[in-house]
């Protein structure tokens, strides 16, 4: 892997990028609602209505894929794989997609309130960008996907698998490497060593027709892959799939994440270097995140109206607080001046005492403001 080296000797920074994945997900879905079923065999059917068993199985949870119970197979395969099992105790339920991407919405929404990016991938699955909400580094991106779990753990009651790496391909393969309630954290220089120890199937995207050549070939590991030329996997799959491929033997993926809208908000969160119980001890750092956010601000040429400051505590527990301004604001002074006053409101408003371990500013409510004249712009 090529790592630029900056003018001050330091290897440049790295973008971070994070997949998300909740774990079984319908049947998932289906135990939080009734909790008692979630020690047995859990099975999401999609029944045909020819008779009472045809169909296919949706999902099923973890217990149940013991039995070998997966994705697609027929009800009927299920059932036979459960005849062992005590008569009544394995749950067959039909999909309840209402009620599944009611869920899901409420936590791709926790999920969007610590992005820089967000992609939304599937009901179950999203992307998102966070090189600059962690000042590109990958101890804060490991503690925010963490408190990502937490949070959506409150919110919804769903577990996810989370990878984090330099890039979307990377952070798919990691996000399935531990599953279920997995976190990987892909670290750039682990890179090379991490994929050579992948077989070829783990690269995501690569259909069944590509798996099965590969395999007639005597490809199983991405090293095996590796050494394949390009004339070879040109002339085997066509051009597209052979760079895909070349590409991601190497864990080279340049593709970005696929915002809707990637102006929506700007944030910055860090790690204090104690905890604190008073404002005053963070003072330091918020000016510090202030001047962060702001020289995003300035570098993306937007201005903002909404400022939110956000406590993340000892507990994993977070706190918000935001307010918004009479008009659009470009203003360092009142970036920092509001996000003081909002850290204070939110330490002088607790029944009891709390630690604050990060603390995090974002603004949002962004208007482009290029175009913009500024004073100096009329005085020249
Ligand atoms: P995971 O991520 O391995 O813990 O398990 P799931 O169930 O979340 O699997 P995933 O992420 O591949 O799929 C998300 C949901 O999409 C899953 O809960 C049900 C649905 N689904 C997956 N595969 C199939 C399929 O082959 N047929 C149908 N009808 N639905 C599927
Ligand atoms: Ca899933
Ligand atoms: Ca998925």
């Not at 101890?139 to 330099?166: F, M, P, R, V």
């Not at 798996?211 to 070879?232: A, H, Q, Y």
């Not at 918004?324 to 409101?345: G, I, M, P, R, W």
Request: include cysteine; charged fraction near 30%.
């Amino acid at each position: 892997m090529i790592t630029e080296i900056r003018e001050d000797g330091k290897p440049s920074s790295s973008r971070i990028v994070s997949h998300i994945d909740f774990d079984y997900f319908y049947a998932q879905c289906e135990e939080i609602r009734r909790p008692e079923i979630k020690y047995s065999p859990v099975i999401i059917c999609v029944y045909s209505g020819r008779t009472l068993d045809s169909g296919i199985v949706s999902t099923s949870n973890y217990v149940a894929r013991k039995y070998g119970i997966r994705s697609g197979i027929p009800i009927k395969t299920a059932k036979s794989k459960l005849v062992n099992v005590l008569e009544g105790s394995a749950t067959f339920l039909p999909v309840d997609m209402r009620y599944y991407s009611q869920k899901s919405n409420i936590a791709m929404a926790v999920i969007k309130q610590f992005a820089d990016k967000f992609e939304h991938v599937g009901v179950d699955e999203c992307f998102i960008e966070i090189t600059e909400v962690t000042g590109s580094d990958f101890g804060e991106a490991k503690a925010l996907a963490w408190e990502l779990k937490n949070s959506i753990k409150k919110e919804t009651g769903l577990t996810c698998s989370i990878g984090i790496a330099s890039n979307k391909l990377l952070a798919k393969i990691a996000s399935d490497f531990q599953k279920p309630d997995g976190l990987t954290v892909i670290m750039p220089e682990q890179v090379t060593d991490f994929i050579s120890k992948c077989d070829v199937n783990k690269i995501p995207g690569i259909g069944n027709k590509t798996r099965e050549r590969l395999s007639e070939m005597g490809v199983r590991t991405i090293p095996e892959l590796s050494r394949l030329d390009s004339f070879k996997l040109s002339d085997e799959f066509g051009k597209k799939t052979a760079i895909y491929l070349h590409d991601a033997a190497r864990g080279i993926d340049n593709e970005c994440v696929k915002s809707h809208d990637s102006t929506k908000q700007i944030g910055r969160i860090s790690t204090l270097k104690r905890d604190a119980i008073q404002s005053s001890e963070m003072y330091d750092l918020l000016q510090d995140i202030c001047r962060s956010v702001h020289k995003m601000i300035i570098d993306r040429n937007v201005a903002f109206r909404n400022i939110s400051i956000l406590l993340i505590l000892d507990t994993l527990a977070n706190m918000t607080r935001s307010k918004s301004l009479k008009v659009y604001s470009t203003d360092l002074n009142e970036l920092y001046l509001t996000a003081k006053l909002l850290l204070n409101e939110t330490m002088d408003n607790n029944d009891r005492e709390i630690k604050v371990r990060r603390l995090g500013v974002k603004v949002s409510n962004l208007k482009d403001n290029s175009g913009q004249n500024t004073m100096s712009d009329f005085i020249r």
